[in-house]
């Protein structure tokens, strides 16, 4: 199937019609009407001042379950709440086996998809590889045009780029990013940032994994360059480390009852970051990292705090 | 890094299962009667169970690689270019040049090259049943890569005169890459790749040095 989208403004009245249209879905569960009283955050993508919600969703691993019924059913219940919710960035890859597919498939069978940010990214060598590569996702999402195209960890990012340009102004594109992930090859994009006409960055960044403080956020902010945070958890590492101990007390000052909600507003309150993009399979769990994307965010001290506490322990 | 989770893996062994049965149970049949070529002992030529392993790479290398895994990884495409590869070096050395004759020697090689084979068999599925794969994706040989890696390591070690290397080397990646796996979505029956791998190498290389010293 395909797809047409209009321009992304995502305001209340955007986000309560696509709930009016999620309720028309067979089978799906109707949208909560917490979420939908407050809505996300929206943060500017510095290259046009449109505004897209602070927390996306990624699919690495979390949603690649390939052809089985039953598994794309319970992960079509995450999309659904994904929405649901008011989210709008969902960043997949061809490298993530059959997560496009599965997104693809969600899309075509949920009504309240109108907020996608749809963003997806080319991997592999050689500009006609790449060419190939992202006409099977614009079939694997039933897109005519993606929000946004990435060249993933800079492979053969210059043929791409070219690629790129010359369908950003045809209009199959709206954004190009360049990705990248934990201190792989920040040189590199550190340089395509300074001489190269790109609309996004993606990179990793979380409580632990602080490099990009560095340089790159400010480098991004400096540029005018929209910055997509992934692993905010650290791939769950976060969890594994920190889960079993207390929130501290001053968590309720920053709108956190969780770990997760936690760690998101760390990552997504530093000011060059436009949206970080946590996965999961699960919708209580998507649920918990939604709500990191509502209320009050932690301001630079309480971001010194937030680092503070978490090496006590 | 692994794009897929333990569950979702297992939800696709346990597909790929339920789509082949009852197969497995001849696939079951064909590892016995593997086993039983390999320790008869006899000096004809081994053309049919070599046949019999040469089909068990293809079958995991198209089926199970190429046509199921694929939707999951897509790196499944090299392995089953590695698995078609070992079926086809496999039919080339021990079907049409019949280039090594299967034979239990009693000797250490002979013993592991049996105990493999036995563990291939039956102990890889018991040890995935007794690690939570439940019975719906027990790895069954012939049709799961693991096991019928570790078959063809025992059935290399059954050769009489010393299995040629290259028939070892793909099998040496295989073992290596399924216990990586293995270790990185908590799979711990397919540990027992690795070092089944290296005994298995050591063993091949050590006959063949007495074979050349032998032959002086
Ligand atoms: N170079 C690149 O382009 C690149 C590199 C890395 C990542 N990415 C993108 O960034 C996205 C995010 O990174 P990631 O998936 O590697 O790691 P991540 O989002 O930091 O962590 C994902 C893990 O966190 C768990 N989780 C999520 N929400 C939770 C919650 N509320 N409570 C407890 N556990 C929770 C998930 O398990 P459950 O399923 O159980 O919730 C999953 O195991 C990727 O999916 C991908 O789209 C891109």
Redesign the interface.
């Known amino acids: 199937m395909m797809r047409t989208f209009e321009p992304k403004v995502l305001g209340r009245r955007g986000f309560l019609a696509g709930l009016a249209g999620a309720g028309a879905a067979a089978n799906m569960p109707t949208a909560s009407l917490a979420a939908a009283a407050i809505p996300l955050i929206t943060r500017a993508i510095p290259a046009s001042g449109e505004a897209i919600p602070i927390i996306g969703m990624g699919t ?3 949603m ?5 019924p039953a ?1 794309r059913a319970d992960r079509l219940k995450v999309v659904q709440a994904f929405f649901d919710e008011g989210g709008g960035m969902i960043d997949s890859s ?5 997560s496009e ?1 599965v997104i693809g498939d969600s899309l075509s069978k949920i009504a309240n998809s109108r907020g996608l940010f749809s963003a997806t990214k080319v991997w592999t060598l050689s500009q006609w590889m790449g060419v190939r590569q992202m006409n099977n996702s614009f079939d694997l999402w039933g897109l005519k045009r993606f929000d946004l195209m990435q060249i993933h960890n800079l492979v053969d990012w210059e043929a791409h780029l070219e690629t790129l340009l010359e369908w950003k102004k045809e209009g199959l594109v709206r954004y190009i990013g360049i990705t990248t992930s934990h201190g792989r090859r920040h040189d590199d994009l550190a340089d395509i940032m300074r001489k190269q006409p790109i609309d996004f960055v993606q990179l990793t960044y979380n409580m632990l994994d602080l490099e990009a403080e560095d340089r790159l956020l400010p480098l991004a902010k400096e540029r005018g360059i929209a910055v997509i945070v992934n692993r905010p958890f650290q791939r769950g590492g976060l969890f594994d480390r920190f889960d079993s101990a207390p929130l501290p007390d001053w968590a309720g000052a920053i709108d956190c009852s969780n770990w997760a909600q936690l760690f998101l507003k760390f990552v997504v309150s530093h000011p060059a970051v436009t949206c970080a993009i946590p996965a999961t ?1 699960r919708v209580d769990h998507l649920r918990q990292n939604m709500a990191a994307g509502r209320g009050r965010l932690p301001d630079a001290e309480m971001r010194a705090q937030m680092i503070r506490y978490i090496e006590t322990l | 890094m692994i794009p897929f989770s333990r569950d979702v893996f297992l939800d696709l062994v346990a597909q790929y299962n339920a789509l082949l049965w009852p197969a497995q149970i001849a696939a079951l049949l064909l590892g016995l009667v593997v086993l039983y070529f390999s320790i008869r002992t006899h000096d004809g030529n081994s053309r049919f169970p070599v046949l019999i392993v040469a089909v068990s790479w293809l079958a995991v290398g198209i089926g199970y690689f190429a046509l199921h895994f694929s939707t999951l990884n897509w790196a499944a495409w090299l392995s089953a270019a590695l698995f078609v590869t070992q079926a086809l070096l496999l039919v080339w050395t021990g079907v049409i040049r019949s280039g090594f004759r299967l034979h239990y020697d009693n000797d250490i090689a002979s013993q592991i090259g049996v105990a493999l084979l036995a563990f291939a068999i039956a102990g890889y599925p018991l040890l995935g049943l007794a690690t939570g794969t439940g019975t719906a994706a027990l790895p069954i040989v012939g049709i799961d890569p693991g096991p019928t890696v570790l078959l063809t390591w025992g059935f290399l070690l059954l050769s009489t005169t010393p299995a040629p290397l290259v028939l070892a080397v793909i099998p040496f990646i295989a073992a290596c890459v399924g216990a990586a796996a293995g270790w990185l979505i908590d799979l711990p029956a397919d540990l027992v790749l690795p070092p089944a791998a290296v005994a298995g190498l050591w063993l091949i290389l050590a006959k063949r040095r007495r074979y050349r010293g032998a032959a002086k």
Do not use: R
């Not at chain 1, 690649?64 to 089985?68: E, P, T």
């Not at chain 1, 061809?94 to 059959?98: A, D, H, N």
């Open positions: 690495w691993i979390t690649n379950v390939g052809n089985d598994l061809p490298m993530y086996g059959s597919a399979s």
